[in-house]
Every structure is written in C-alpha cells, then in structure tokens.
C-alpha cells in the first residue's frame, strides 16, 4: 500500500490536512504535528496545533475565528477574568474540557501520543496524528523585547515585538514520538507532504526533534512542500512579517530556500507563477495550483494536486 | 467591639452565615469553615465548603439545587463526558474559573488563606472567612465498601455505603490557619457560633486541627450550636443517615451530646421543644428558635436568635 505522511502545524496545515484525508483511508495517511506552540497555562496541557488538527479532522472547527471549537462558549474564561485571573488565553468551555481531559491522563502517565491518540479518536478521527514528540519541546522567541515563549508572543503580545530568531528548548534531546522515524523510513512510503504552516514556528520544531531532520532528508520518497506565502504575503499568521524581520525575502521562493535539502518539489499559488522559472531546478520540481484555500473543494483540490505531484515522481 | 466567630461547614451552615452578616459587619463577625472535604480533582483544587459560603455571601449560590452557582452551564462538563473523563463531580463552567484561579494561586506559592482572601474579595464580600487550615487536611469515609475520600463517598457515591468512622488525615500536623487561634483567643471575642452544618463531617475536621479543638474548650466566650437535626431527620445532607449508621439517636441531643464540653448553649428547632427539658442543664443553656430556613428572613431570625442567645451570657 502506497502511504503518505503530512508534515503540518496550525490552521493552514490543518485545511490541506482535511483535504488530504478526504483522498486517503486512515491506512494510507498520516500526521506528524508541531507540539512546540505547546504550554502549560493555569495548570492545563495546551497543545494548540493538535487541537487545531483535532478540530478541522473532528468537523467542530470554529471556521469564523479560524482557531478554537465551533459552538463555543466563554462562561468559565470570563468569570476567571472578573476575578482577576490570567484571561489573555481564550480557553473555550468545551476546548477546555480536552485540556483538563488531556492534562489528567499525562498526569496518570499516558504520553502525549497516547493522550492525543485517545482525544482524537473520541472525536471520530480514524487517522493516525503523531505529536512530534513525546517529551516537551518549547519554542522560544528571540526579539526586540526579550525572549519569549512562543504563545506569550503569539497570542498575548499578538505578534508585535520584531523578531530575531527562534530556538527549540528540549528539541536535540527530544525523541521523535513512537512512528515518526518509522513512517519517514518505512519502505511503503510514497511521498511526504510539508503542509502549508509557518516554516519558521510550525516546520522546524518538528525538524529541529533529534533525528527528523536527517530521516527528512534520508527519506526515500519525494518529499514536497506547499508554499504558505502567496504573492508576498501569509495567508494567515505572522509569516512574512517574520520573514521581512529576519531579513528574508517575503516570497515563496524564500520559503523553498529554507526547505534546500529537503525537498524535491514545491508547490506555489497559481499567483506566483512568474517565479517557477528561477525556481525550478534539477533537484527542485516546481508546479503552481490554487492554495488558497477558502472551500471544502479547495482542500480537496488542493490536497489533490500535492498527491498527484507526488505520484509524478515514481 | 464584641466580636464573633462562625463555624461553619455547607450548605445549612451557609444559610445562617449570611444571616449574621446582615446583622454583623466585617469588624463583628469572622468564619471558619471546614476543608476537609476538598480535594484534588482533574487538577484542580476543589474547597466545595469555602465555595458554598462564598457564593452564598457573594449572592450568586443556586438556590434551586443548594449547591454551586446560579446561571450555571455545563458545556465544560458535557465535552469531558463525551470524551470519556470523570464527570461525576459537577463542575460548572462558572466554578472551574474558581477552581482554576485558586490551583494557580496556590502552585504560585499562595496559601490557601491568602487565595481565598483575594477570592471572597473578588466576589465583593468583606467579611473574612479564614479555612481551618492552609495545610491539607482529608475526611476519610470508613464504610463497609472500604475507605473513601469523601467527596467519593458524598459525590460519587451518593452517600450510599453504611458509615462505621471518620478519620481526617492529616490534621494533627496541621496548623489552623493564621487568625484561627488569634480569634478563639481574642480579648474583645464575645461569641462562637457552631451553625447547623453536620457535626461528623463539617465541623469535627475543624475540631481536629491541631490546637482548634482545646482552644475552642478554653475559649473565655460563650460556644452555641445550632442544631442540624430537627425532628429527628438532617435538613439537608446525610447527618441522620449517618448517625443512624453510628449507632447514635438520630435527635437533636446527640448533637448536643456530640459538643459537650465545647458548648454553653445550643438552639434547638420550635418542633423539638419537648427536648429542651432533658437537655438544659447547669452547664448548658437551650433555647428554642426556627432553625429551618427557608427564606433570607429566616436566615437572618434565626441570626439574630443566636446572637441575643449569646448576649445573654454576660
């Protein structure tokens, strides 16, 4: 059986995530998540992308906000806020349920894989999401005001402060999660997908966990990449912001130079075709497709194109 | 000023706490209430005694089911139950903020004084509630199914199992909370108060704190109780069930039996005059008043019932 694993972070990965297993039966796909946006906050175990992931799979994703549950309430947020608690998370009534749920079960013990293999199947995901790892890995946020920890400039600092740099606490003696390096080297594997996620806060964790990198690189089956800039600009979230403080071109074509090494294709927006030229190469093959991604059928379009660029290869 | 302290423990002993405090101001009238029934549950630390008293003097307790809060949802809860957690405590979304914000406070390093200060003070109330203790202290159930913790045995349970004992671990090693003894000692105290709360289960864990119960002996003011038993049968709660359990007359006098040594007057409910007779004594004083309060008006009668009884000691 021809298998493929998606390499994804937040909300964009999550959408071509949902294409994809519109395409592939729970045997023939599936996930490595970003745990480094993951925090302790009041107590509980957050993990934002696999809650993100868990929500678009699970069909209760909140798709006005593009983060949180569908149908949430806020009784307990706001009544922690009137008595003075920390409110700047917005911790849902029912998102809090899969914290509490989530934390009680690593505090019996239970991995992080195992404790997210039982939420996601609770919430009738038949396919396989794997957190990076099971062992914490915390990205920092090296910028103008210090450093700081990835949702505290995320979410309470909204992005603001000009960014330097990032590091991943715990990442090199991090072990990836049971599957990881066996789905990167199983001999069935028809190809990898970096899905459309932030390259800088949502790819290199997972690169940065002792050995995904090299078992990327080593991989056998064509590993390709969505572009998450579009004509100059991130789709969502703080991409080419980051870019521009980093120096970098905000383009595709810089997102593809931070990926050399790994990938053997790259999918651009059909808006950034003039830059298929310059990036296609002998080692590099390049193909333009719709990636934004505002419907169902664009998921599915989406998620479609990827696989039969994969297939193109053998 | 002639100050006054409550002891107090859930629901029945709430409803004459705020009595008082329509008749008492902050400088008049302080609580101590009982935290052998909290507990540790998902996390999270749970006071149900404290809480009880503070949504009741807050005015935001649900008196409907005589628990918890009003306007209360549930949609934290229900997502646990779907997900397969432990649901069989009921946290509303409202009181896990509580919940939440004081496990924060109290893993930040607060005592459980201080957090319950900074809570009662959120919810607007000026009179002081001091826990019996900043250190642990747990009921333990002994029953014929084993030993339970007691909100097992309350919650889960439903009170079913028949009672042989209580122990309260940990409360020899603990140390009444700061201001505990200050009050038992104070020179300008002019009356304890034991409310209608069930004498094994809320009051004799705060009798069992190191120093509480030889302080509240010494106590140069006159000690009441009220009694919880009218008419042979608990208001509220299993008190009756439990006595019956212990071999112990479900009545009024055993109560009073239960305090000897503690109390110079105790209160007895209008239907149980005929015991007044066997009951008062030389070292005793009985009186009788309405102890079912149904209404504020009743709170506040039989508030004021007890504290005439006590100026009546001078």
């Known amino acids: 059986m021809a298998r493929y694993l998606a390499i994804t972070g937040g909300v964009g990965g999550a959408k071509l995530a949902l294409g994809l297993t ?50 949430e309430t806020w009784q307990c947020l706001d009544t922690l806020a009137a008595l003075g608690g920390e409110s700047w998370f917005r911790l849902g009534d029912r998102d809090l349920a899969v914290h509490l749920q989530r934390s009680a079960r ?22 396989r999401a ?22 505290h400039y995320f979410v309470r600092e909204r992005c603001a402060p ?3 740099g990032f590091s991943f606490a715990g990442a090199e003696r991090a072990s990836p999660a049971p599957g990881v390096l066996e789905a990167l080297g199983a001999p069935d594997l028809a190809g ?19 050995g995904v990198r090299a078992a990327l690189a080593a991989c ?19 991409t080419a912001k980051i870019m521009a403080e980093l120096s970098l071109p905000q383009s595709a074509s810089a997102v593809a130079a931070h990926y050399a090494g790994l990938i053997d294709g790259f999918i651009l927006d059909e808006t950034d075709r003039a830059l298929l030229p310059e990036l296609a190469s002998d080692t590099l093959r390049v193909t333009c497709a719709q990636s934004v991604m505002s419907t169902l059928d664009d998921r599915v379009n989406l998620a479609h194109t990827a696989l039969e660029f994969l297939r193109a290869f053998q």
Chains 1, 2 share one sequence.
Not at 42 to 71: E, F, I, K
Not at 110 to 122: W, Y
């Open 220 to 238: 056998a089956a064509p590993v390709i990449a969505v572009s998450p800039i579009v004509a100059g600009a991130a789709l969502k979230g703080p």
């Open 106 to 127: 690593l505090r019996a013990g239970a991995t992080l894989s195992t404790v997210s293999a039982e939420l996601f199947a609770a919430h009738g995901i038949a396919h």
């Open 162 to 164: 000009r960014v330097s």
């Open 130 to 151: 794997l957190p990076m790892s099971d062992q914490p890995v915390r990205t920092l946020v090296h910028c103008d005001i210090g450093t700081l920890a990835f949702q």
């Open 192 to 210: 990898v997908i970096i899905c459309p996620s932030n390259p800088f806060l949502s790819i290199d964790p997972i690169l940065a966990v002792g």
């Open 22 to 71: 519109h395409l592939l039966g729970p045997d023939e796909l599936s996930f490595v998540v970003n745990t480094g946006d993951d925090f302790e906050h009041l107590g509980l175990h957050v993990c934002p992308d696999l809650d993100t992931l868990m929500y678009t799979l699970g069909g209760v994703s909140n798709t006005d906000t593009g983060w949180g549950r569908a149908g």
